[in-house]
């Protein structure tokens, strides 16, 4: 019976081998979203979040590097992240420290209302105030190609690094894998 | 007599396909497109080629759009123009069709993603020019598979031809004439006439490496890129023995050793320097001997590559009045098309004998017929016909993207201290250009496809605050 699977097993393989009308093996939405969703889900149960003395990590978004052939929205990963560490309640995101300067801009610009008078001075955000990142989140997307024949193998692997800024060593990594076979 | 009418039908058939031959719209526009490019008229010279719904149709009218609008600075349009050519490239491998339309060379896909890294950088977006190089280099991997695939096509086109003419004697007849000691001589000096070109390795783009390795030094974020840019300018300079690329190289391995510390490329200016215009294919007619029962001569017309001046011979750099170096020769596109070129060449021989002599036998077989059955008169009118639309329908493929630059030229020089780029070339009153530099590391891009017409002059860097261009 094993036998018989194998045979069967080969004989579909050697069919998709010499199918003309495989796609192309690029990420489509939904290989996007399960990569996410698994890295994420991966970072949350490890623990790594769980502040010993209690609390939340502030965290700074870092980049997450496309290493692909394909044009991929960062961002969108990014933004599934950060949602995800935001709704576990055991971090919380600075938008004030980017490494293109701050993602919001008016935590800075608000406080340029300090030398304006028609401002109540008590409502203004001072100096000091601001907290910097606990840690960082940075990434890459990786693909590498295997030819087999007129087809190709594509694998690609999202990989996900949180660094203790502090000491700069890596608190936490996970990497995700898909595997694509097309044209 | 019952033949003749089968001959007719063949003659008729000729008609319609010289019909066809005559509505050349598409090449007229790109002749068009390329006579505005070369006067320097760009935008008028992307607005010439319509671009047909087909997508693999419309890959050459593309290619000369995005050409077209990238010396015009209008980076958006020419973008459009590359994925629109690039989806055309795609659908092209899907569905191989040689003898149809226009099939994209590898060399074409190669630049196509050099090109959309250039771009990107001159806009300030290195992300996308990061995937833009990774395509370069998948587009490299796969060349072979896609080159073998369009050869396999094209001998079964020849063969399907051998198999369609439906008579033995015209068959009988090219085997003779793919025999014959002249033609043989014939076709092996043509062939020869590609020995002044030189070659490069298979499917492989010096210019489209240095590009990478460049990028990948210069925007460098981490170890990965430290060793894709000592093995792209590695590669780079074991194709071309070129001095920019062993410098560029040397940086690369000192960087990647941790020799060089991460702002030490601060201090150097990359200069890419694209130089005149590529080769352009003409149309060459040779005499084949056919061995017939009479002797008889077909003319066939073959592409050959005809060589386009370069704009200047370098560019010269400076700081001031004082000179920080020229530009050296990277990688010639001449050289590059005339190797994919010269795999070609056998079933562009084959496939052009193969009609010429099928056609010819043809002809002098309903010629007989019309004579034995008609009389002479009927026999020289068959003759006279069958003669113009031979000649009619015997044309070489000349068709390419004739918008490509002739050379790429390069040169890396220390960061002037005045902050600002002066270049220069022989024959130039003073200064054509000076540009002022970002902070950081700077790459500088020259496009200058004629003397004396209008250039592109860019610069970028990963720390150049907005988009800059002179």
Redesign the interface.
């Known amino acids: 019976m094993k036998k018989l699977l194998s045979f069967f097993a080969i004989a579909a393989l050697l069919l998709l081998a010499s199918c003309q009308s495989l796609p192309p093996t690029q990420l489509t939405a939904e290989d996007f979203n399960w990569a996410a969703e698994q890295t994420i889900n991966q970072m949350l149960n490890s623990g790594c979040l769980n502040k010993p003395e209690g609390g939340r990590y502030v965290v700074a978004i870092s980049r997450v590097k496309n290493e692909t052939t394909q044009y991929i929205d960062v961002d969108q990963l990014l933004k599934k992240i950060r949602v995800a560490m935001l709704n576990s309640g055991k971090a919380v995101i600075t938008t004030a420290v980017g490494l293109d300067g701050p993602e919001d801009a008016m935590s800075a610009a608000a406080r340029q209302l300090a030398a304006d008078a028609n401002f109540n001075q008590a409502t203004v955000a001072g100096q000091g105030q601001m907290i910097a990142p606990d840690l960082s989140v940075s990434g890459k997307i990786i693909e590498q190609r295997i030819p087999y024949g007129k087809n190709v193998q594509s694998e690609y692997y999202f990989q996900l690094t949180i660094t203790d800024i502090k000491t700069g060593l890596a608190f936490w990594e996970g990497e995700q894998q898909i595997q694509k076979y097309g044209r | 007599m019952h033949n003749f009418p089968t001959q007719l039908k063949l003659l008729c058939l000729l008609a319609l396909v010289t019909l066809l031959n005559s509505c050349e719209t598409m090449t007229s526009q790109l002749a068009k497109s390329q006579a505005l490019y070369q006067s320097g008229q760009y935008t008028a010279a992307a607005a010439a080629p319509k671009v047909p719904s087909d997508p693999s149709k419309a890959l050459l009218p593309n290619l000369y759009r995005a050409s077209s609008h990238l010396m015009a600075a209008q980076y958006g349009e020419c973008l459009s123009d590359f994925s629109a050519a690039e989806d055309g490239l795609?659908a092209q491998?899907?569905s191989i069709n040689w003898f149809d339309h226009y099939l994209g060379r590898t060399y074409d896909g190669l630049m196509l993603q050099t090109y959309q890294a250039l771009v990107y950088l001159i806009l300030g977006q290195p992300?996308?020019a990061?995937?833009a190089l990774?395509?370069l280099e998948?587009w490299q991997?796969?060349a072979a598979?896609r080159n073998q695939?369009a050869i396999a096509k094209a001998q079964e086109e020849i063969k399907n031809e051998r198999s369609q003419a439906g008579n033995a004697a015209a068959v009988a007849s090219l085997d003779k004439a793919n025999q014959n000691a002249k033609n043989k001589q014939q076709l092996s000096e043509y062939q020869h006439l590609l020995d002044q070109w030189g070659a490069y390795e298979d499917f492989a783009s010096p210019a489209g490496s240095f590009l990478s390795g460049a990028f990948r030094l210069l925007y460098m974020?981490?170890r990965?890129d430290a060793d894709k840019a000592v093995f792209q300018l590695r590669k780079t300079y074991g194709m071309t023995n070129s001095e920019p690329a062993r410098q560029l190289y040397e940086l690369a391995e000192q960087r990647a050793a941790g020799k060089l510390s991460r702002n030490a490329m601060d201090d150097y200016v990359v200069v890419l320097f694209e130089n005149g215009l590529g080769p352009f294919k003409v149309e060459r007619r040779y005499e084949i001997f056919i061995p017939l029962s009479r002797p008889v001569y077909a003319g066939i017309a073959l592409p050959v590559l005809v060589e386009q001046p370069a704009a200047y011979p370098y560019l010269e750099l400076q700081d001031g009045s004082s000179s920080l170096g020229r530009t050296l020769p990277l990688c010639s596109i001449d050289r590059l098309v005339a190797t994919e070129f010269r795999k070609e060449l056998p079933w562009i021989i084959a496939s052009a004998v193969t009609k010429a002599v099928i056609k010819t036998t043809l002809q002098v077989i309903a010629m007989e017929v019309a004579s034995k059955n008609y009389g002479r008169d009927a026999a020289l009118v068959t003759g006279i016909i069958g003669s113009a639309l031979a000649y009619a329908t015997t044309n070489a493929d000349v068709r390419g993207w004739n918008l490509l630059p002739k050379e790429y030229q390069a040169a890396v020089v220390p960061r002037p201290s005045s902050g600002r780029l002066s270049l220069t070339a022989p024959g130039m009153a003073s200064s054509f250009v000076q540009v002022e530099l970002p902070p950081g590391p700077s790459l500088v891009y020259v496009k200058i496809p004629v003397a004396g017409m209008p250039a592109l002059v860019t610069v970028t860097g990963p720390r150049a605050s907005a988009p800059q261009q002179n």
Do not use: F, L, P, T
Request: net charge positive; aromatic share 0%.
């Open positions: 795609q491998d899907a992300d996308r990061r995937v990774n395509r998948e991997g796969k598979r695939r974020e981490d990965s």
